[in-house]
């Protein structure tokens, strides 16, 4: 059993997507962004600006990112996740994981504030030790927004984590880069929102939550 897991959020605990698009496309409408090929190319898990490069390609800037990221905050925070699913199962895998002496952490690309009110609704302060996001520092100049590798490593030095002793459990490329970056294995979830060219970049794949501790 691995001694450190760190578990992303979107698209591997819970189902995120309705409400994270809804909170998306009201923050674009209030800026008065077209997106056309929203529906299309909008993934529910990366970084707000990198979706916004994505989505609104040559009319980008680092200032309406941050203007997205502002109006998106203001309507995704205070819903209260009327849409959001768990996973079944899911939870009581990381818990199985915790029971045998897995020290269990949320690493997320979403926004700190985000993460940690879902975290609360949902009651998993009570499974995870902490919740880590991208942006938690990001206004200490010494550490700033760290895309997920840079998280991944920075829990890691905190615990002093060696990468022998984690696996990260995600769903998407971006998971599973991080682990490579990191030198740790990667746990791909089959129920995410990564597609099968994504999943085949992890350590290996849960096609189940009771796969996730596996072989582990």
């Known amino acids: 059993m691995k001694r450190f897991w760190f ?13 994270i698009r809804g909170a998306w496309k009201a923050a674009l409408a209030d800026l008065g962004l077209s997106a056309p090929t929203f529906d299309r190319d909008f993934v529910a898990g990366p970084p707000i600006e990198e979706m916004a490069k994505k989505l609104l390609h040559d009319v980008y800037t680092p ?12 309507r995704y925070d205070h819903d209260g996740f009327p849409l959001t699913k768990e996973y079944p199962g899911v939870l009581d895998a990381v818990k199985r994981i915790s029971a045998a002496g897995g020290r269990v952490f949320i690493a997320t690309n979403k926004r700190y504030a985000g993460a940690v009110a879902m975290a609360e609704h949902f009651g998993w302060n009570a499974v995870f030790e902490k919740v880590y996001a991208g942006d938690m520092h990001m206004d ?3 550490i700033g927004r760290m895309r997920k590798p840079a998280l991944i490593a920075f829990i ?3 615990h002093g984590a060696k ?6 459990v995600g769903d998407t490329c971006s ?10 294995e990667s746990v791909g979830v ?4 990564g597609d099968p060219g994504e999943l085949a970049q992890a350590t290996r794949i ?5 796969d996730i501790g596996a072989e582990a």
């Open 7 to 19: 578990f992303d959020l979107d698209g591997t605990l819970a189902d995120t997507d309705p409400d």
């Open 63 to 74: 200032e309406i990112g941050m203007r997205i990221r502002e109006r998106f905050a203001l």
């Open 140 to 142: 200490d100049p010494k």
């Open 156 to 158: 890691m030095r905190e």
């Open 163 to 168: 990468c022998g002793e984690c696996v990260l």
């Open 175 to 184: 998971d599973f880069e991080a682990a490579r970056a990191n030198s740790i």
């Open 190 to 193: 089959a129920w995410g929102y």
């Open 206 to 210: 849960a096609r189940t939550p009771a």
